[in-house]
């Protein structure tokens, strides 16, 4: 099975089961019997499922054969996964140890919820993604014999999941010895919420009424809080504040049936899963700790309106950022219409635009095309039959495959501008390979190429999409708008994986981007200390980062994100934590602006992209 693994039983996971298991286990152990071709001397004592899971997160029984294990059957999956759950009826009264546990059947279980079971099989630890992905194990029984006692059976109790249950802090630190993995640390349910969630695992668990957090995505699931006072926000999310505040009411949701046959409720950010919803606590590749609700509650609509930024003042410039999500010719012209309205209605019509995510003419066929004109000219021609201006717009094409994102669809960014209230500065030369430099001109900053992109040789770019930058006109005053899409997240460990704190891989590349950002914007500079700089676009990192305190070195520039609320910081939702990606950086000179992050997608199971659009309005 992919991802399992057998480990040697940790002999500390021994000291809390009954003294007659411990002693056989440990007989065991001293003989080596760490896989056995038959049922092995443990099984002999009637194995409970506590015994089974132990006080860790992986079982002390890993690998070996376990025989006529009883339970009854809280919930079945016919699909993905495929297997059943089942749960001990007579506690061990020991918090630390799961009663609840998965049997892995590989095709169409044939129990039904509420049969009496008695399952031999053989102990596994199972890691949803396979153990590159640094998520926890899941312990189940693999390749099993199943016999049913009795059908009809009332289910065990459902464990209440809610405020009062949870702990506030997110998880211990993970053991140095074992390179920072929180696997062989004793479980603490009463002081810890990745420990509570692990003494859970496969156990039938209830939620309450619930405020959504995370809005349902393709995948059929949501997120929601049994916090209801924990960083919430006005609009109904949970804002997520740093690395050490992981907002530990949130909670997964899924449900048990195939979604052919009870379709999954529709709902946003604020709206409330009411009544009861019961399930087995599963751990899946994607979200960590979820529900698998057997009994799904009912999705109560909170209202939530997609908001509309003000239009700016005459002698106001405003310069927005929006990621399109890989826009291309392929895509529906719904998308391409949607897109347009949101910059007409919801973004007021800036007068500079920056977009992230735009595609060549032929998205993602690998055919060696790099241009984008196809995407602009009919992203631009949505935007006048949408009500808005004629947009002129600039970019650079990359090299072919040279930009990293989705194979063949050569994402890169783009400006637009509306020429009859901002005008750009042509200056010829610039290209995929070739940077842009800062000179002084007429008392002031100038770039040797506009459009030009910064430095785009080194390092740190490399498979990954190259700044843009240009200068820009109003009202006389020269405006340099540097366009990012920093390097993702991907491969970054889980919040709720084994190794503690999770190890962020991507943040090298993006420290290094946001140094060759923040030396660019120093020599504009230094060739006039008063020159007005935005560095705005998908950043990929939050407002409290290593990458933004990167961009923002030497007092070169600051987030003007800051100058929001806590509540109202955010432009992305994942995993039910409201967090900032796209960000916009000012100056010094860029005094007295008025920041908004627009909220149209991002809450919505209705989206047009995933991210949210960034607005700043300031007078040059």
Not at 110 to 122: F, I, L, P, R
Not at 132 to 139: F, I, V
Not at 477 to 483: I, K, L, P, S, T
Request: proline share 7%.
């Amino acid at each position: 099975m992919a991802g399992s693994s057998a480990r040697p039983v940790p002999r500390a996971a021994l000291t809390r089961r009954s003294p007659a298991v411990a002693a056989l286990c440990a007989a065991a152990l001293g003989a080596g019997l760490l896989v056995a071709a038959s049922p092995s001397a443990a099984a002999d004592a009637t194995l409970r499922i506590h015994d089974i899971q132990g006080d860790t997160r992986t079982s002390p029984l890993v690998g070996q054969r376990v025989s006529a294990v009883p339970g009854v059957v809280t919930g079945v999956r016919s699909y993905g996964s495929r297997g059943f759950w089942f749960q001990e009826t007579r506690p061990d009264g020991d918090p630390a140890t799961s009663e609840g546990l998965f049997v892995f059947t590989s095709g169409a279980p044939t129990v039904k919820t509420g049969d009496a079971v008695e399952v031999s099989g053989t102990v596994t630890e199972y890691i949803p993604g396979g153990t590159s992905s640094g998520n926890q194990s899941l312990t189940q029984l693999s390749q099993p014999t199943v016999t049913v006692v009795s059908s009809g059976n009332p289910l065990p109790p459902a464990r209440v999941v809610d405020a009062r249950a949870v702990p506030a802090r997110y998880t211990p630190a993970g053991d140095p010895a074992a390179q920072g993995s929180i696997n062989s640390l004793a479980l603490r349910p009463r002081s810890y919420a990745l420990d509570f969630y692990e003494s859970l695992e496969g156990m039938n668990v209830r939620i309450g009424s619930s405020r959504v957090v995370g809005a349902t995505d393709p995948y059929a699931e949501l997120w929601v809080t049994v916090k209801p006072g924990e960083r919430p926000n006005a609009r109904g999310g949970t804002v997520y504040g740093s690395y050490t505040a992981q907002n530990t009411g949130r909670l997964q949701v899924q449900q048990l049936a195939p979604a052919a046959e009870s379709p999954f409720p529709q709902a946003d950010v604020g709206d409330r899963l009411t009544g009861r919803t019961e399930g087995p606590l599963d751990y899946n590749q994607y979200g960590g700790y979820t529900l698998a609700a057997r009994e799904l509650g009912e999705v109560k609509g909170g209202g939530l309106k997609r908001e509309r930024t003000r239009r700016q003042a005459a002698g106001e410039l405003a310069v927005a950022t929006y990621n399109v999500e890989n826009l291309d010719p392929g895509d529906p012209q719904e998308k391409f219409d949607a897109l347009a309205r949101a910059v007409v209605t919801n973004l007021a019509s800036p007068d500079v635009l920056a977009l992230e995510e735009i595609q060549d003419d032929n998205g993602p066929a690998d055919d060696g095309t790099v241009s984008a004109e196809q995407t602009l000219r009919r992203f631009t021609d949505a935007v006048v039959a949408a009500g808005g201006p004629r947009y002129d717009w600039r970019s650079i094409d990359p090299v072919d495959k040279a930009d990293g994102g989705e194979p063949g669809g050569n994402i890169r960014q783009a400006f637009l501008f509306n020429p009859a209230r901002v005008s750009f500065t042509d200056r010829p030369g610039g290209d995929a390979t070739t940077a842009t430099g800062v000179v002084r001109e007429r008392g002031g900053a100038a770039l040797t190429h506009s459009p030009g992109r910064v430095d785009p040789a080194d390092t740190a770019w490399q498979n990954s999409r190259k700044p843009l930058a240009g200068e820009f006109t109003f009202r006389g005053e020269r405006v340099f708008v540097v366009a990012n899409h920093f390097a993702s997240k991907g491969g970054d460990e889980p919040l709720a994986g084994h190794r503690q704190p999770p190890t962020r891989f991507s943040e090298t590349q993006r420290h290094a981007q946001a140094a060759s950002v923040n030396t660019f914007v120093r020599k504009l500079l230094a060739a006039d200390g008063k020159a007005k700089v935005l560095v705005l676009g998908d950043i990929n990192d939050f407002e409290f980062s290593g990458t933004t305190k990167a961009l923002t070195a030497g007092g070169a520039l600051k987030p003007a994100v800051l100058s929001l609320p806590r509540a109202e910081r955010y432009s992305y939702v994942y995993q039910g934590n409201s967090q900032i990606l796209d960000q916009i950086l000012v100056s010094p000179a860029v005094k007295h602006f008025r920041y908004d992050s627009v909220h149209i997608n991002a809450e919505f199971a209705d989206q047009n992209s995933d991210h949210d659009p960034q607005v700043l309005r300031f007078r040059p």
